[in-house]
């Protein structure tokens, strides 16, 4: 029965994929099998005679000699442990080793059977997939902690509109907007108000329940609060986020802090309506005794030239006060438009004969293409305003020798204003924000170039008052067309 049973332990050893070895009780390997000898890299001479030990991995060998030791005692029959080999090569050779002791009939130990089994690639998987996680769970927390650090309230929410995660800057945000708790819902109405800080803001208008609708949106501004010491401006952003099939998961919402933005808007609206009326009596009272003065026949021609100047600048500064009469009507909501029938061509006409001398002045041609009559319900003073300032806007970047074109038009029942020129030019990044308030382009030409950044600016909020709207074609060192937009509503239409 010896002799059958070492014939099939060397009939197994010889067909076996696992690697399998047979050593004595002080650790000389007697026998290797050709797997062994393949995962290791030693030809079957180099490891028969060796001792185990002298392959095994300093960092693992004080483990399996303790083992040894624990199963050549009687304290076990068998172990299992999963350690490194050094292959020839110097390469590490993870092994998934299983253990049993050989005893003859009176207990004496024979030899020790071991199997291995390489499971280098799983083992070097599980520590790439736990490096993977720690590197995981160290950008998580660096991204906790920036999310909490940011001083900006940041808020998930669901698709469902449950609120998912908030940081700590939207929560105090939150604590002033519903000081009787929050549902972490979107969509619950509390002291949160409109951009005038007056209006609370209806439900389908919070930014919350737009999000969630998947609504994207930049620069919503509210109010939250309703105390005036403690009260805060948010600009609020939103980008849905959706799944691979494109259906809507959630959104992320921004909300940043501009109440001093806001509070120096109100105080510079405050000091435009301010100056402004405190400029408009005087003014007014200098332009009549110039009038009168200018009026006298006996005056020298000296004092008449002087008194010409004086005229110019007197206009010049009320073009100025008109200005800032019209940003502040338009920040008090003051702002109305009266139709009544008018010829808006005599109107462009009477602008364009306005400014012709200055263009003559400047050395730029001014053309007008306009119809004998264009009879509309439109407001006279608000179409010459806005004729007005597109002609001094082109005029003033025009350089010598350049032209400036005015033409009006019916065009699919609208009444289309254009005022094309050869001017500078208008950079495409600029031009979306070149109807803002009080906003200049960044260029020498226009930093040297008086001007307040109003005149644009009017011109969009009247020709919007008036239904329409105002559009801007520009490139740098071709020139600028400008084109407003205003529905034709003819007598007798309403």
Known sequence: MEDMGEALLRLAMRHSPIGMMVTSPDGEMVAVNEAACDMLGYGRAD?????????????????????VAATLAGERSSYRLTKRYVRKDGTVLWGDLSVALLRDDDGTPLSFISQVLDV?????????????????????????????????????IDRTGRYEEMNRRHRDFMSLAYPGGHHGMAGQVGEVYEADGVTPM???DLPSQRAIMGDEFDDVRIWVGSDPATR?????????????DGSMAGAALAYKDVTDFMRALYVKDEFVASVSHELRTPLTSVLGHLEILMQREELPDDVRAQLAVVDRNAARLEMLVRDLLYVAQEADAALHVTRVPADAAAMVREACEA????????????????????????DPQRLRQVTDNLLSNALKYTDRGGRVRVSLRTVDERMELEVADTGIGIAEEDQTRLFSRFYRVDTERVRVTAGTGLGLNIVRSIVEACGGEVSVESAPGVGSTFTAWIPHVAPGDG
């Open 355 to 378: 400014a012709r001398p200055h263009a003559t002045t400047v050395g730029v041609e001014l053309e007008a293409d306009l119809p004998e009559s264009l009879v509309a319900m439109c």
């Open 47 to 67: 490891l028969t005679g060796a001792r185990w030990q002298d392959i095994t991995h300093p960092d693992d060998l004080a483990v399996d000699v303790d083992l």
């Open 120 to 156: 280098t690639e799983q083992r070097l998987a599980i520590e790439r997939i736990a490096e993977a996680n720690a590197t995981i769970e160290k950008q998580a927390r660096t991204v906790a902690a920036i999310y909490d650090a940011v001083d900006v309230g940041l808020v998930l």
């Open 202 to 204: 209806a439900r389908q």
């Open 232 to 244: 805060r401006a948010l600009s609020v952003s939103a980008r849905s986020a959706r799944r691979a």
